[in-house]
Every structure is written in C-alpha cells, then in structure tokens.
C-alpha cells in the first residue's frame, strides 16, 4: 500500500519561499513518476510539477517554470518541492501524488495515488 505524507506547508509573505516534503513508503518507487498539485478555494486540482523517479526527468506548469524546483532523495523516498519568489496566486491546498507508469502526465485522473494536503498560504 503506498502511502504519501506531504509536511512543510505554512505562511509565508509574498516573495519568500518555502520547501514541501513528501515522504513515501509502501513500493519502490523506481517506475513511478511522483506529481506535485494544489486546489484554491472554490478552484479545481491543477498540475504543478512531475518527476520521474529514475532519472529525474521533471516537468513543470508555466505558473511555476522558474521559480519551483521538484526533486527527489532516492534514498529517504522523499519527494520535494521548492517554492521560490511566492505570490498570492499560489495560495493553496498542495497534494503530492504517485503514478504507476514512468510517462510524465499532468491529468490529475493519471496518478493513483494521493496524499493528505499541506496547506500553503502566500499573504500579500
């Protein structure tokens, strides 16, 4: 059973940074690609950033490019996400996710698994 759970989220002011974590267990991870979501208020799951597992191919939203850095640490099954140069608009519920396939995907329907949430809030 694989599980995920997402630490690291809080209040920060805009301009600053913060750094998610996602702790897995339960697989070996080595053919899964782990995602990075959030969910506003009032707004549907988006996509932010994906990684493969092996080889660390990544890929990110264009509300993001530059600015977050998805990564991993093979040996802790841990997955990160660090959030630089904040704004408001990133205000949100954020959901680490895993797929049991090695395509990099942004659909939230592709990955089967989820974690609880971290919330993250950017004052403006």
């Known amino acids: 059973q694989v599980q995920l759970v997402e630490s690291g989220g809080g209040l920060v002011q805009a301009g600053g940074s913060l750094r998610l974590s996602c702790a897995a267990s339960g697989r070996t991870f080595s053919s899964y690609v782990m995602g990075w979501f959030r969910q506003a208020p009032g707004k549907e799951r988006e996509f932010v950033s994906a990684i493969r597992w092996s080889g660390g191919a990544t890929y990110y939203a264009d509300s993001v490019k530059g600015r977050f850095t998805i990564s991993r640490d093979n040996a802790k099954s841990t997955l990160y996400l660090q959030m630089n140069s904040l704004k408001s608009e990133d205000t949100a519920v954020y959901y680490c996710?895993?797929?049991?396939?090695?395509?990099?995907?942004?659909?939230?329907?592709?990955?089967?698994?989820w974690g609880q949430g971290t919330q993250v809030t950017v004052s403006s």
């Open positions: 996710a895993a797929r049991n396939n090695i395509l990099l995907v942004t659909a939230a329907y592709n990955y089967n698994y």
